[in-house]
Every structure is written in C-alpha cells, then in structure tokens.
Nanobody
Framework: QVHLVESGGGLVQAGGSLTLSCAAS????????VGWYREVPGTQRELVAA???????HYGDSVKGRFTISRNYAKGTVDLQMNSLKPEDTAVYYC???????????????????WGQGTQVTVSS
C-alpha cells in the first residue's frame, strides 16, 4: 500500500511564500507523474502543477509564473514552491501520484490513483 504524505501547509500573508512537500512510503520518484491539486469546499478539485518522469512540467493557468514544482532528490520529495500567494490560493492542497497514463485524444492522461490526505494553505489579505 502506497502512502503519500504532504507537509508544509500553513497560514501566510498575501504576497508571501510557502513550500509544500510530498513524500511517499516508497520512493516518490518511482511514479510516472506526481501532481499537486487543490480543492476549495463547493468547487471542483483542480490541478495546480505536475511533474512527469521525462522532467516535463505542467501548471494550471492561475499559478503559472508563481508556482514551481520540482523533485527534491536530497529530501526524496516532490516540492511545490508557491510565491506571490494570493487569498484565492487558499485551499486544501493534495499530492497525487500516477504509475501509468492512457491516451486521450493524443494527449497522455495520468491515472492519479494515489492521494495524500491534504494540507491546508490559507492566504490572508
């Protein structure tokens, strides 16, 4: 059974920074893709960022230029560096991991079958 554990959430003022980390019970680097999602009560969970085994990265439009996802080999984690935080970034952030993907209209769609429990990020104005 694979377990993902997030850390690094908390309360920060607008314009500040936070770094979230995702660790796995085995190696986080065994996964094909690792992503960060966020969820606000009453809304759909949205993809924030993902890093793929080929080192490609993907970002949601609302965080491009502010957030960076990366592999931290020293810590054995996948980190999400969040800068210039805004109140609308307030959410529960989840780490998700995929071992495989399927083709969806010519684009890989990753099967995020493993999820962490989430960590709260609150940005005050």
């Amino acid at each position: 059974q694979v377990h993902l554990v997030e850390s690094g959430g908390g309360l920060v003022q607008a314009g500040g920074s936070l770094t979230l980390s995702c660790a796995a019970s085995g190696s986080i680097f065994n996964f094909l893709a690792v992503g960060w999602y966020r969820e606000v009560p009453g809304t759909q969970r949205e993809l924030v960022a993902a890093v793929i085994r080929d080192d490609s990265t993907h970002y949601g439009d609302s965080v491009k230029g502010r957030f960076t996802i990366s592999r931290n080999y020293a810590k054995g984690t996948v980190d999400l560096q969040m800068n210039s935080l805004k109140p609308e970034d307030t959410a529960v952030y989840y780490c998700a991991a995929a071992l495989d993907a399927y083709d969806y209209e010519g684009t890989p769609s990753y099967n995020y079958n493993y999820w962490g429990q989430g960590t709260q990020v609150t940005v005050s104005s």
